[in-house]
């Protein structure tokens, strides 16, 4: 042996080690992939060996080659057993590897769970370390869960090499398994305030991560934050917290106005840049928050703009960029302290640095009025031409759109010139963004009315210059261009000014070059063009034009006919034989252009963006109901050629819809319009917009003053400069016009979307050039205002939107540390339990919906098992705390002993914190008492949320005051709230949780609420309700959980419960008691409380239901007397009690209904009208069934005995008739469930 | 968060990767590539931040990076960082492996990728910033190798000796390029 371990390490000395592989690649530069090949076939070699040095070498060696983009997942099983060698050296090599190459898919991640759980545990802090940072890097859901309880114990760790590791990762899982967050954060939080810095820093770290996606959840925090900052002097920690304040504050305006003293300190007093600049940045955050509230925090405002002045105008261009992306937040609530530093921006265009410019880009884009509108543009224009590299072109190209059409082209004053901007960009070689230019001058075009004129004219000229844009075929994406001029020629031909050669343009024989999109649009829109020609050739009475014309038409065409695009092809035919049959008729002298224009009359009205999207769904319409039902399966076989032509035809429709369509869209709503005008129910939308244009007063606005003369330039020459000295010189003259009058006209508002005092006042003073009259995009009546679809549902921090403040419930805690998690070990009885059921065995095996079903039921059991796990684990003792260990347990005990966190005291103690003077500590202490008068009823948490908030600090200052009266009032509150707390405990929890687990509630309608308590006995003294449950640790034992209800005036104590017992069942009675004596309830039930308390029943044979009678002997005392009172009672064991809910899944169920073990049944329920998910919910709850599968109105549903006897139902409705088909192993039982079940729906 | 911690020299060879978020291997090299691209065109005097980079990221998310001699050093972070801040923790890496290494350049990063990892794991976790203290951080790797060290005892010795020798003919490194000005520091910056 010994032998063996020398030879191994001689062995290894001639090994390659990374050294050797690292040199070795480098000396064989030529044929590296060859070498490395071979190296491969030698590390495989190496892994088949027994000695774990050469494996650990091997191992080290792939992760070297994993950098050089070789997978090397094939090793994962090497890597594991690399990471379970005892020693550090090789455990940290493997540790290594893992946290490179595994991910989520890895499979052999499985079986690492209680390998790192065995490190965490280790006494060598650096295993345990080294674990820590590979989980990191590679936990799963699975690993979270299982491990979560492990390295929450590790956050107490004595070393705080530990402690740091460990609150770090429980980010990671939280991320994971979230169930983790609410359980772990009370300890997260103390370790706020750990002695150790590197642990405070970790855990501030996490908490500002979480807090960063769901702030709202945090606010709570924010006196310890707001302490950690005044206290701390670690310039990482305080980045944090000021970061996480930056989060906050929108929530809370009040916290803003607290953090601005402190901070402002800070700015001036801190040396260190980065927190200098996240002082600024949160600063800004909270004049953002405040912006509306509080209007003098002007100073505040000039120091962030000030400072940040300093830092764009530092040398170093990392400040630079920083102070640019600062002042970008600025400027959305305070454009105009921004504005006044427009020169420097503006220096920052010219700036060698791209990221600086794009920043600059950023803030010009805000910083942008009526005034200097067109100043900027022409300085980015000329950024443009001088740009190289056509990345930052592209980005001047579309923030110069941006820029003209934010808000609704608000800014713009002059469309013409705007035109003019956009057919100058067309000049841009290779841009990609020739769609966008395209867009614009469309929705320019359409939505501008008086400017038609001038972008037709303009288009014109675009279409006879087509070989300057397409010349070149990089020019590729600017062609787009072409399909907007055309279009726009076609549409508003009328402004045309020599329609027939545009028509000829647009035929030339060069377009069939064009993309296949552009050129159907040419050849609909010369068609539409050709309705106008034939229109003024036949007011001229020219028939000889208009037949040449035609015959153009005629000549040309044919090109297009013959085009491999199916679109171009089937519009050219269609026009090519109407166009003949126009010119037969001109031949005969018939005046045919009246009728071809109307092939193309309408007015198109823009809709907007989200139109299609608000169509609400009418009533009763059903989207996913088949309109003829689907063939079935052998039958469409035989179909398939029809299907593949039916699949092509709309991806076909899908690519022209968007761009091509438009006069086909027209068409439609044209035809639709008639359809309304005809339709009495329809009600017509005013024609407001029309309203406008026509509006009195348009006159006066000096469209004339621009000289139209101004001349249709050929592309190519900048043109849009002219524009600005009219600006200047229209501006000017105006000024000086209105200066004479002295009349001051009000501008009309135009257009929805235009604010009309959103600019400085001086602009209120320029009118635009021409009278925009901007369309209002068009909506679906009855258009759901609401759109929240900008939330990604994958986000994994969506599901830690969590609740904290909320004390914990019972079912809430991480799964400890066992075997396999759904088998729960009772320790106090010293039990072995017995095997889980098979299906769930194997657990481990992927679907989340699996895991998910555990859970629930881990968490369903553990409200039953939570007093005999208590023991168990370190978790229980925060948690809760000890209990009484015999095996009656209250109700009252638990509760008590929920974490004093409760809502209602966080909440007063941030409402407190925030509204006190800004002292910090001297709040805190006033807290105390508030804090501690709170907790006195600990027992109303879960109503208090009901309470309005604003009435906390109130009360919270008078019962400081001690006021008598105050108080008084406010324990009557209290009582009240005790009330509605037991009420809520039957039907809110019990029934609301079991329902949602069984997933039945999908979104189908809220089913009724449900409870499973049934009454036991009553009198005028005291009610009881009563519950049974079983459990799977136990195949003899059942639960029987009394709620007591005290419904006199008077005191109740000394109850005592008995029962007389059956051979079969017995109930449980503490060791030495005799078998007929009874058990003490555990508590008094002051006037109109009730509580509740459990008793433990052993019972042999569960095949039958069982009755047992019993008494309740208890006090009545009165103020005056006491007397002795009596209860009598039976208890029904159903054979439902026996049943536990237990998770299935179908392969496993089939597989257990497919072994023939079981024996069948059947049950048929008549005039059942309920809902069927509310049939299944019914089943699921009263009798502790869980759906395996659901299909339309069947579904599968198991459970499962204490004693392990499987229950399979099969349940059918149709129109009020319910089947169950029942299986079982043991068929008394069987019958009993069933008999139960009918009875169940026999009383509703 | 950080998102990923590349090191690559001005070849955009890489010397060490480190990705918190999965990717499989060929698409690491991708963003090595591409990352390479962006960064390497860079001046040096111009800013250390870098938007886009349309593999890694997305809008929230930055390239920080600074480059010492013959090494890029690039963290792709997401805006809950500080930028300031990131350059300041590549500086305390960078002065943690020259501590570690003594006068660290190029070549040790070559040959002990290894070492590096475990040194970052010290500096970084999982995404997180774990400690910013380079005393802390030297101290607890140190303790580590000591710990190495022990355990290789006397089993270890002859692969030692081996290895030893085999560095000892490579005439080829030259020791004295060291990865350069290390002091550069963001002005007015006090070190954490």
């Known amino acids: ?1244 | 968060m950080i998102k990923a911690i590349l090191i690559f020299n001005n070849h955009g060879k890489p010397r060490l990767i480190r990705f918190y978020q999965y990717f499989a291997e060929d698409m690491q090299q991708q963003i090595i590539r591409e990352t390479f691209h962006l960064v390497s065109k860079r001046d040096d005097n111009v800013c250390n931040f870098l938007e886009g980079g349309s593999l890694i990221g997305g809008s929230d998310y930055k390239l920080i990076y600074r480059h010492y001699a013959t090494l890029y050093f690039v963290f792709c972070v997401d805006s809950s960082e500080s930028e300031l801040g990131i350059l300041d923790l590549i500086q305390v890496f960078v002065e943690t492996l020259d501590k570690c290494f003594e006068n660290v350049c190029e070549l040790d990063l070559i040959f002990h990728m290894d070492k590096v990892h475990y040194i970052l794991q010290e500096v970084v976790m999982g995404g997180m910033v774990l400690e910013t203290n380079m005393n802390e951080i030297v101290a607890q790797v140190e303790l580590q190798n000591r710990m190495e060290k022990s355990e290789g005892g006397l089993s270890g010795a002859p692969a030692r000796a081996v290895s030893a020798v085999k560095n000892m003919n490579l005439p080829e490194i030259p020791r004295n390029i060291n990865i350069g000005d290390i002091n550069i520091k963001v002005p007015s910056l006090s070190p954490f």
């Open chain 1, 1 to 1244: 042996m010994a032998l063996k371990i020398v030879k191994g390490s001689i062995d290894r000395m001639f090994d390659k080690n990374l050294q050797d592989l690292v040199r070795g690649i480098r000396n064989h530069k030529e044929d590296e992939a060859k070498y490395i090949s071979t190296c491969i076939d030698e590390i495989k070699q190496e892994l088949k060996q027994d000695n774990i040095a050469v494996k650990a070498n091997a191992v080290c060696k792939l992760t070297y080659l994993q950098m050089l983009g070789y997978d090397v997942s094939w090793a994962a099983f090497n890597i594991v057993e690399v990471m379970s060698s005892s020693k550090f050296t090789f455990k940290r090599i493997g540790y290594l590897a893992a946290s490179q190459c595994f991910h989520e898919g890895t499979d052999v991640i499985m079986l690492t769970t209680n390998q790192i759980r065995k490190d965490l545990s280790s006494p060598n802090q650096y295993d345990t370390g080294v674990a820590l940072t590979g989980l990191s890097c590679f936990v799963t859901p699975d690993l979270a869960r299982d491990l979560a309880n492990d390295i929450m114990t590790l956050m107490s760790h004595t070393k705080p090499y530990i402690r740091k590791k460990a609150v770090l990762i429980m980010y990671k899982v939280f991320l994971k398994y979230p169930e983790s967050l609410r359980p772990a954060f009370p300890r997260l939080k103390e370790k706020l305030e750990d002695p150790d810095p590197g642990v405070q820093s970790a855990a501030v770290n996490v908490i500002c991560e979480l807090a960063r996606r769901n702030p709202k959840n945090y606010l709570s925090l924010a006196p310890l934050f707001f302490k950690l900052m005044t206290s701390s002097t670690n310039n990482w920690v305080l980045i944090k917290i000021i970061k996480l304040f930056g989060a906050l504050t929108p929530l809370e305006p009040r916290l803003g106005k607290k953090l601005i003293e402190p901070l402002t300190n800070l700015i001036h007093s801190t040396s260190a840049m980065s927190l200098l600049y996240e002082c600024v940045n949160t600063v800004i955050a909270v004049l953002i928050s405040l912006s509306s509230g509080m209007p003098n925090h002007s100073a505040s405002i000039q120091l962030c703009v000030q400072k940040l002045r300093i830092l764009i105008e530092d040398s170093d261009q990392n400040l630079k960029y920083l102070g640019l992306l600062a002042m970008s937040k600025i400027l959305k609530t305070h454009p105009k302290s921004v504005q006044s530093h427009k020169d420097l921006i503006l220096q920052c265009l010219d700036d060698k640095d791209e990221s600086i410019r794009l920043r600059a880009l950023d803030l010009l884009y805000g910083m942008v009025s009526k005034k200097n509108l067109m100043e900027i543009v022409k300085k980015l224009m000329l950024h443009v031409d001088k740009a190289e590299g056509t990345t930052y072109r592209d980005e001047l190209l579309t923030k110069i759109i941006d820029i003209c059409s934010q808000s609704n082209y608000q800014y713009i004053t002059n469309f013409e010139w705007y035109i003019s901007i956009l057919v100058e960009l067309t000049r841009l070689e290779g841009t990609r963004h020739g769609h966008l230019i395209a867009s614009q001058m469309l929705d320019v075009a359409i939505r501008v009315k008086a400017i038609r004129g001038f972008a037709v004219a303009q288009m014109a000229t675009l279409l006879d210059n087509a070989h300057l844009l397409t010349g070149n075929t990089q020019r590729n994406g600017i062609c787009e261009v072409l399909y907007a001029a055309a279009w726009i020629c076609g549409e508003f031909s009328e402004h045309l000014e020599d329609p027939m050669q545009t028509l000829e343009a647009m035929l030339r024989p060069k377009v069939a070059t064009l993309p296949g999109h552009i050129q159907a649009v040419y050849v609909q829109n010369a068609a539409k063009l050709f309705a106008t020609v034939l229109q003024k050739h036949e007011g001229e009475t020219d028939s000889q034009a208009a037949q040449e014309t035609s015959q153009l038409l005629i000549d040309r065409l044919p090109l297009f006919v013959q085009s491999a695009n199916l679109e171009v092809q089937e519009r050219a035919s269609c026009i090519l034989q109407l166009v003949k049959y126009i010119q037969k008729l001109q031949q005969k002298n018939v005046e045919v252009a009246e009728e071809v224009t109307a092939l193309f009359a309408g007015e198109l009205n823009p809709v907007a963006p989200k139109a299609q999207k608000k169509v609400p769904i009418p009533e009763g319409l059903d989207l996913d109901a088949w309109i003829n039902e689907p063939p079935s399966e052998s039958e469409s076989e035989d179909e398939k050629p029809k299907a593949v032509f039916a699949k092509e035809e709309p991806k076909h429709y899908r690519s022209r819809n968007t761009e091509v369509d438009e006069k086909e869209l027209a068409r439609r709503r044209e035809v639709r319009k008639q359809e309304q005008a005809n339709n009495p129910f329809y009600i017509k939308a005013s024609p407001s917009s029309q309203k406008v244009y026509d509006a009195p007063g348009v006159e006066h606005i000096p469209v004339v003053q621009i000289d139209l003369s101004v001349p249709l330039k050929v592309p190519g020459m900048p043109m849009s400069d002219q524009y600005l000295k009219l600006e200047e010189e229209r501006q000017q003259k105006e000024k000086a016009e209105r200066k004479k009058k002295e009349k001051k006209k009000k501008r009309e508002k135009r257009g929805k979307g235009r604010k009309a005092d959103s600019g400085p006042e001086s602009e209120e003073d320029i009118t635009p050039a021409q009278h925009v009259d901007i369309v209002t995009e068009e909506m679906p009546e009855n258009a759901l205002p609401s759109d929240d679809d900008d939330k990604d549902p994958n986000d994994p921090h969506r599901a830690l939107d969590i609740d904290l403040d909320k004390p914990l419930a019972d079912s809430e805690k991480l799964p400890v540390r066992t075997h396999r998690p759904e088998v729960l070990k009772s320790p106090a009885e010293d039990r072995v339990s017995e095997s889980v059921p098979p299906e769930t065995k194997k657990k481990s095996s992927k679907e989340k919906k699996e895991k998910k079903k555990d859970k629930e039921k881990d968490r369903k059991r553990s409200k039953e098992e939570k007093k005999k796990k208590k023991k168990h684990k370190e978790v229980e003792e925060e948690l809760l705390e000890s209990q009484p260990e015999e095996p009656v347990q209250s109700e009252e005990t638990k509760e008590a002993a929920a974490p004093p966190t409760s809502t209602s005291a966080e909440a007063s103690d941030l409402d407190f914190w925030l509204s006190s003077a800004p002292v910090p500590p001297a709040a805190q202490e006033v807290t105390v008492p508030s804090s501690a008068v709170e907790t006195s009823s600990a027992a109303v948490p879960e109503s208090e949320p009901d309470e309005p908030k604003d009435t906390e600090p109130e009360d919270t200052k008078s019962s400081k005051h001690k006021k008598k009266k105050q108080k008084k009032e406010k324990e009557e509150k209290e009582k009240k709230k005790k009330k509605r707390h037991h009420h809520h405990h039957h039907h809110g929890e019990a029934g609301g949780e079991d329902s949602v687990q069984n997933g039945t509630v999908e979104e189908e309608e809220p089913l009724p609420p449900m409870s499973n308590y049934s009454v036991l006995a009553e009198n005028s003294f005291i009610k009881m309700v009563y519950d049974i449950q079983g459990n799977h640790q136990d195949e003899s034992k059942v639960v029987v959980s009394i709620i007591f209800e005290n419904k006199s005036d008077s005191f109740l104590k000394s109850m005592e419960f008995n029962v007389l017992d059956s051979l079969n069942s017995k109930l449980q009675r503490p060791e030495g008691a005799g078998p007929h004596d009874g058990l003490t309830v555990p508590f008094q039930l002051p006037p109109g409380v009730s509580n509740e308390a459990r008793f433990v029943f052993s019972v042999q044979s569960i095949v039958m239901p069982q009755k047992l009678k019993g008494t309740l002997t208890f006090i009545v005392k009165s103020d005056e007397s006491s007397t002795h009172e009596k209860l009598d009672f039976k208890l029904h064991f159903t054979c439902t009690s026996y049943l536990i809910t237990t998770p299935c899944y179908s392969d496993a169920y089939a597989k257990l209904l497919e072994s023939g073990d079981l024996k069948g049944s059947s049950l048929r329920l008549e005039g059942i009208n309920m809902p069927f998910h509310h049939l299944l919910a019914r089943i699921c709850f009263h009798h502790h069934f869980s759906v395996v599968e659901r299909i339309d109105s069947c579904a599968s549903m198991y459970s499962r005995s204490i004693q392990g006897h499987h229950v399979c139902l099969l349940v059918k409705t149709s129109d009020q008739t319910v089947s169950i088909d029942a299986k079982c192993d043991e068929p008394s039982l069987l019958g009993n469930v069933l008999d139960e079940l009918k009875q169940t729906f026999s009383k509703c």
